[in-house]
């Protein structure tokens, strides 16, 4: 089964040089993967070859350094001597298993590479390499120069410099490669320094007596700039090729790479060239017996359940080779090891002939964690699709429920009085309290497909425990709540429905963590923490991710008596996707949104646990400042209308029939002078007509003119007849900020109860 189809991902030809046929089968095997295409050389002639027959010239060349023939070094001074600047300036890509990184790279730079790798290497290493030097399509190699020069001088040679396509460094290191190095003055003793510390550098004074000899160039000798820089471009170039020749003397090049000799592999030198991680080679010959198994293999196999080598030759005999190969390639996907030490092993197998005889190159690569990274793509994707629809469905619910209880406050209003209402006050009192309830889980779901909402303010936290222990209750029969309060109240600031919702997925959790039956116990008071007691650990297990700062705090414990959580998975359990239960249908969000939500009031979780003795969850939330406490909106008091309503008049701008209805009854009934239009453009052309209105009462979300736009165009015509929003977005707030110079007397969030109605009207029209 093939699983990613070689797809270029754009027009970039990648040409592989590589005497070494299984090296080179290794490397197309990784960029085909990535969508590149790729053209092969076997030596340094062969890519001539290419690059004379091949239009356009391919976006980078990939050359192994020590082959027979035309080596990796001399096609390199072969293509920056091209006539051709389409050749010329090709990135090249020098790879090598036999010089030192220390080595390469200076040799590389002064022969004109892009820059260089040595084996063995790291699969990211090496697709990263090919990205960067992909970058320099169409560019010279840029020479690199130091400036050690006086304030005045660095700015003026920097932008010279830099007009002129140099690279320029202000700083260096002792390995970095330079090619040359500037200095103001005549300096005898930072020269000498600079020529034992980058003995390839051509040292540039910029000023300084003829008769001292050590600078390689004195900028005054010349007579314009453009005759100096040619002179000291054709310096680097004659110093780098004399470096590149002195270099390259002191290797020996004597290998030989041809054949499939067993020991060749094993040997410290041959194995380097396969030591990759996460990838795998297995060659067979003929008969299907091993050659040579690369140890990343074997290790690959141990890390999948330690199924041994030779278990995994029978599988492959049974699987990828069971049908005969020929002269084709195949892909599978296979899964070994046992449960919970599973992996997922990609498999490409290719018969190659060398030297007549037919044998078999296999690998191996681990994308268990391609894998991971590809279903948490697709678990945000529909998690991205659900915050969209829950969006949308918020809404409409909204207005449903604000004609639910808008029709049950219309009933109570209307038997105000009646001693014989045969008990319904009651009922309609039952009605308007659950429509209240699912218009909170409403506002969750609301909130949580638009998270941007700030709906901050002081608040106390019984009444949140109160009322999320009650709802769990009644979701969990078996299970009971015990809640304790030290202290009362017991204020904090933030949004008490985000941090309902974080508290209940913590005893949610708690209560499957019980088989959803036990008890859970939920403390609470003030603690003043500082550094100390964090470092100590006395507070129990703090994630990383949390930055908790010295004060007084208060603290919401929950404990439970479940099976407790082992020390190893503590650093993961906020982790976004993490679950313990995917068997039953666990999706890894709960914490990680708890987590995020506790963060946004600056505080912080600790988490006490033991093996088989359950765990304690504790949340920290600072105290709320003096300033705050003393502007903490006061508890709802009975409505008082402080004048009479009778005559006045009400534009209501609402395109859903039952909520514009349900407001003009109401008010209606209060003596207002009421009328209603379905959208903003209807209600624009009786201010335009010159009708003015006490107050006017705006739905934000309409067809045709919505309310946003609506009030700019009310705002045009200089109209400043006073505004009450009534809508069903959780976004409102922000929405209107965003919009500077909008009036608006107050905002009702769907849905509202009429008493809020009243008071909003009354204190509009003050």
Not at 278 to 296: A, M, V, Y
Not at 330 to 343: D, F, M, N, S, V
Request: aromatic share 6%; glycine share 6%.
């Amino acid at each position: 089964m093939k699983l990613v189809d070689s797809k270029p991902r754009s027009d970039s030809t990648i040409l592989i040089v590589n005497d070494n046929i299984f090296q080179l089968k290794l490397m197309r095997f990784q960029l085909e993967k990535e969508g590149y295409l790729v053209v092969e050389a076997k030596n340094g002639s062969e890519a001539l070859s290419v690059l004379e027959n091949r239009k356009p010239s391919p976006s980078l060349i990939i050359s192994d350094i020590d082959m027979p023939g035309l080596n990796g070094w001399e096609l390199l001074s072969i293509i920056r001597s091209s006539t051709e600047k389409s050749v010329r300036d090709i990135p090249f890509l020098a790879i090598s298993a036999y010089y030192n990184p220390h080595e390469v790279d200076p040799l590389g730079r002064a022969l004109g590479a892009t820059t260089t790798l040595t084996l063995p290497y790291k699969l990211d290493d090496f697709l990263k390499t090919v990205k960067k030097c992909l970058k320099n399509v169409g560019k010279s190699p840029k020479v690199t120069i130091f400036l050690d020069l006086s304030d005045e001088d660095f700015e003026k040679w920097h932008n010279i410099l830099k007009i002129k396509g140099f690279n320029v460094l202000s700083n260096i290191e002792k390995n970095d490669v330079i090619d040359a190095i500037f200095i103001s003055s005549h300096n005898q003793k930072k020269i000498e320094k600079y020529k034992k510390d980058f003995p390839g550098a051509i040292i540039v004074s910029l000023r300084g007596e003829s008769f001292y000899q050590d600078a390689d160039l004195i900028f005054e000798n010349y007579k314009n700039i453009d005759s100096f820089f040619d002179e000291l471009t054709n310096v680097i170039r004659k110093r780098s090729r004399q470096r590149a020749i002195e270099l390259l003397k002191k290797r020996s090049k004597d290998v030989d790479f041809q054949g499939i000799n067993p020991s060749y592999f094993h040997n410290p030198l041959g194995s380097s060239l396969f030591r990759i991680e996460n990838i795998g080679l297995i060659l067979l010959d003929k008969n299907l017996n091993p050659l040579f198994i690369s140890p990343s293999t074997r290790s690959l196999c141990a890390e999948a359940g330690k199924l041994d080598t030779d278990s995994l030759l029978t599988f492959l005999k049974n699987t990828i080779l069971k049908r005969p190969l020929k002269e084709g390639q195949r892909t599978e996907k296979i899964q070994i090891g046992k449960k919970g030490a599973i992996k997922t092993l990609e498999l490409y197998a290719e018969v190659i002939k060398k030297d007549g005889d037919p044998n078999t190159l296999i690998i191996v690569k681990d994308i268990s964690d391609e894998l991971k990274e590809l279903n948490r793509l697709i678990q945000c994707n529909k998690v991205n699709s659900l915050l969209i629809m829950a969006g949308g469905i918020a809404h409409n619910l909204n207005n449903i429920l604000m004609a639910i209880s808008g029709y049950a406050q219309l009933m109570q209003e209307k038997i105000k009085g009646e001693k014989e209402a045969f008990g319904c006050k009651t009922l309609l009192d039952n009605i308007v309290s659950a429509t209240e309830r699912a218009a909170c889980l409403v506002s969750h779901m609301n909130r949580f497909s638009r998270p941007s909402c700030n709906c901050e303010k002081v608040f106390d936290v019984l009444p949140v425990l109160t009322n999320l222990s009650q709802v769990v209750e009644r979701s969990y029969p078996k299970l009971t709540i015990n809640i304790s309060i030290k202290k009362a109240p017991l204020h904090v600031k933030g949004d008490p429905s985000e941090l309902e919702n974080a508290l209940s997925n913590i005893i949610i959790n708690a209560a499957k963590a019980m088989n959803e039956g036990g008890i859970i116990d939920i403390s609470s008071g003030q603690i003043s923490v500082d550094d100390l007691l964090i470092k100590s650990g006395a507070l129990g297990y703090i994630y990383s991710g949390f930055s908790p700062e010295s004060g007084p705090y208060s603290f919401i414990s929950i404990k439970d008596k479940g099976p407790g959580i082992s020390r190893e998975l503590l650093p993961y359990i906020f982790e976004p996707y993490f679950t313990t239960r995917i068997d039953e249908g666990g999706t890894g969000l709960g914490l990680a949104i708890t987590y995020s939500t506790i963060r946004s009031f600056n505080g912080f979780i600790s988490v006490e646990t033991e093996k088989g003795k359950g765990s304690i969850f504790t949340v920290y939330l600072p105290v709320p400042k003096e300033k705050d406490l003393k502007d903490k909106p006061q508890s709802d008091v009975s409505l008082k209308v402080l004048r009479e309503l009778e005559g006045i008049k009400c534009l209501i701008v609402e395109d859903e029939p039952e909520l514009k209805g349900l407001m003009a009854d109401f008010l209606g009934l209060k003596g207002m002078d009421v009328k209603t239009v379905g959208d903003g453009s209807k209600a624009l052309e009786l201010l335009k007509g010159g009708e003015h209105f006490d107050v006017i009462i705006l739905d934000l979300t309409m067809p045709g003119l919505d309310g946003i736009s609506f009030l700019k165009e009310k705002k045009a015509l200089g109209n400043r007849d006073p505004v009450i929003v009534a809508t069903g977005r959780v976004d409102s707030n922000d929405l209107l900020e965003s919009e500077k110079g909008l009036e608006v007397k107050a905002i009702l969030k769907k849905p509202f109860n009429f008493s809020s109605l009243l008071k909003a009207v009354d204190s509009a029209i003050k």
